[in-house]
């Protein structure tokens, strides 16, 4: 019975793609970066695939506003309005095949393609009977460290939310840092004399800072035990701030491409990258560049802008399959959240995530608590 389910897999047709939508809470108040880009909400879009057998998958995208990477939840929603009739037919556990129809329709656009490549991959792991870890190469981390965000404020609030995460057992933070340098390294000082040794710490300006305040900043953090994430939003001036910096660099909202990836490390020098799903496509694209920096010798953080319950189970089937010794971080944004459309599944526990063990993303979701915004059949 099995092996014929196998067989009959390997020819689904998309039979319907339907769009939703849904808002999401941030739990601790309001989360700020820099360039005052702050909100205590953020719209998250889901898409369900619906194969001609009957076989549902689900993928999430959520933007971090307007003004994080050049993409916004309107944009999306009708960027994959635009690809979903020409995908009806197709088959969606070829999800090579898959993304080369979406490119050839839209380019870039890569967070609207990634909600309906990860609806793919949930389709190609409950058809192959396994869950999507396996399919991106094999489960190597039964569970993995997760790192949370310090929203950007004054350094006594921050140290204070830093010591009461602390207590929930995260080991790894990223610091919002990229407005004035001095007052950065204040907020960086603070923290990394607040809890010394007991977890990473990364101070990550989101491109917030341009040349001359990154090279200030890092000049003031050189005697911490911290990384720099992202100083500025051009690779080329985070290169410049890099020759001039001992500080362990990690690169981010630059790195789309191949092409980035082999420049972060040859040109800006950086020791890992953060992979972000829909900033790079969906898993398809995300696991190629996971696995190239993996042979590079960097270091990878896997997450994704945001997103609920959906996004963080398709980050963490792609952390569950990375080399243990190449995995730097993880997020799950469904536990910096109130709402929960698949039952507050996966999430952190004691500091610490794993993926779902059931066939495909392994969550099963609540429709009812998201807003239809259209079909294509």
């Not at 993928?59 to 939840?73: I, K, N, Q, R």
């Not at 992202?230 to 092409?259: A, G, H, M, N, Y």
Request: with cysteine.
């Amino acid at each position: 019975m099995t092996q014929s389910f196998e067989f009959e897999s390997r020819h689904l047709k998309i039979a319907q793609i339907d769009l939703f939508g849904y808002d999401l809470t941030y739990a601790h108040g309001e989360y700020m970066m820099s360039g005052d880009r702050g909100a205590t909400k953020q719209q998250s879009t889901v898409v369900r695939i619906t194969t001609d057998s009957g076989v549902i998958g689900w993928g999430e995208v959520a933007p971090l506003g307007g003004t994080y990477l050049p993409t916004f939840s309107n944009g999306i929603r009708a960027a994959i309005k635009e690809v979903s009739p020409s995908l009806i037919g197709h088959d969606p556990t070829n999800t090579s095949l898959l993304q080369r129809t979406m490119d050839s329709l839209l380019l870039d656009q890569h967070a609207a393609k990634s909600a309906v490549d990860i609806a793919a991959w949930d389709i190609k792991g409950q058809a192959y009977g396994t869950p999507v870890s396996t399919l991106l190469g094999g489960t190597l981390n039964s569970d993995f460290g997760l790192y949370e965000a310090v929203s950007l404020d004054t350094p006594k609030n921050m140290v204070a939310f830093v010591r009461k995460r602390l207590a929930a057992g995260i080991e790894s933070f990223q610091l919002k840092v990229g407005n004035e340098p001095h007052i950065d390294v204040q907020r960086t000082r603070a923290i990394s004399e607040a809890i010394g040794s007991q977890a990473r710490i990364i101070a990550d300006a989101n491109g917030g800072w341009d040349l001359h305040d990154a090279m200030a900043a890092t000049r003031g953090l050189e005697d911490l035990p911290v990384y720099i994430e992202q100083p500025c939003r051009r690779l080329d001036d985070c290169t410049i701030v890099q020759s001039s910096s001992k500080l362990p660099l990690i690169l981010d909202e630059c790195v789309v491409t191949l092409d980035d990836l082999f420049r972060t490390k040859y040109e800006a020098q950086a020791v890992a990258i953060n992979i972000k799903l829909n900033r790079v496509g969906g898993l398809t694209k995300a696991a190629l560049i996971r696995d190239t920096a993996q042979e590079l010798g960097l270091k990878v953080s896997i997450e994704d802008t945001w997103g609920g319950d959906l996004s963080a189970a398709a980050v963490s089937h792609l952390a569950a399959s990375t080399r243990p010794e190449s995995l730097l971080n993880v997020s799950f944004y469904n536990d910096w959240n109130l709402e929960h459309i698949a039952g507050y599944r996966p999430r952190l526990r004691n500091g610490r995530g794993s993926a779902p063990t059931s066939p495909g993303l392994g969550v099963s979701v609540d429709s009812t608590q998201l807003v239809r915004l259209g079909s294509f059949n």
